[in-house]
């Protein structure tokens, strides 16, 4: 299994940014998949994660309404829309394939068992 995070960058606050996650070698369709978050000295931090049919959806109450998770089942790919963003949403953004059974409220990271990359977010005047 292989995730490849992008779309990460440098931006102002109050800009938008879209994080894509083309992931192969797994049946992308039969997975919840999600969102993870890094700051500089913290802890890893759920951000978002859709069912596998792109019905249910869960944030972190930090980004409801300001993000939107969204997946392309026929491209293999998950995106996250980041709206208004704050400089306290600076962090390496992850991508991150659930464990079978998983659902769009798992939130613990030991539940998710592939992880992309990695993809960096600044935000800062």
């Known amino acids: 299994v292989h995730l490849q995070a992008s779309g990460g960058g440098f931006v102002q606050p109050g800009a938008p940014l879209r994080l894509s996650c083309a992931a192969s070698?797994?049946?992308?369709?039969?997975?919840?998949m999600a969102w993870f978050r890094q700051a500089p000295g913290k802890g890893r931090e759920f951000v978002a994660a859709?069912?596998?049919?792109?019905?249910?959806?869960n944030y972190v109450d930090s980004v409801k309404v300001r993000f939107t998770i969204s997946r392309d089942n026929a491209k293999s790919t998950v995106f996250l829309q980041m709206n208004s963003l704050k400089p306290e949403d600076t962090a390496v953004y992850y991508c991150?394939?659930?464990?079978?059974?998983?659902?769009?409220?798992?939130?613990?990271?030991?539940?998710?068992?592939?992880w992309g990359q990695g993809t960096l977010v600044t935000v800062s005047s």
């Open positions: 991150a394939v659930g464990q079978w059974g998983s659902t769009a409220q798992t939130r613990d990271f030991n539940q998710y068992n592939y």
């Open positions: 070698g797994l049946t992308f369709r039969r997975f919840t």
């Open positions: 859709i069912s596998r049919t792109g019905n249910l959806r």
